[in-house]
């Protein structure tokens, strides 16, 4: 997969406006009720990323997690990252 372009890579930032970009990865940050919510949506993002072969960065202090995408094998953004940031907001 090619890495995107900075101008692809601004177009989908526009279509996933939630995410923020810093250098070469995106990440976006959620906030639950309770811890408890907090590693039910790790869980899920864990399914995906094992059915995508995509697997983010994941953090998770208490009731937030922070998840960052990049793709390690091209060294930045591919359209890869943004397809799961797409799937992740889905199940928001």
């Given at each position: 997969m090619a890495l995107l372009s900075e101008?692809?890579?601004?177009?989908?930032?526009?279509?996933?406006?939630?995410?923020?970009?810093?250098?070469?990865?995106?990440?976006?940050?959620f906030q639950f009720k309770n811890f408890r919510e907090a590693l039910a949506f790790v869980v899920h993002v864990g399914l995906l990323a094992e059915r995508l072969n995509h697997h983010p960065h994941i953090a998770i202090d208490y009731k937030k997690v922070v998840?960052?995408?990049?793709?390690?094998?091209?060294?930045?953004?591919?359209?890869?990252?943004?397809?799961?940031?797409?799937?992740?907001?889905?199940?928001t």
């Open positions: 101008e692809q890579v601004n177009e989908m930032l526009q279509k996933a406006p939630q995410w923020t970009r810093t250098g070469k990865e995106i990440t976006r940050i998840l960052t995408l990049t793709t390690h094998s091209e060294g930045g953004l591919t359209e890869k990252d943004f397809e799961m940031a797409r799937q992740i907001d889905a199940i």
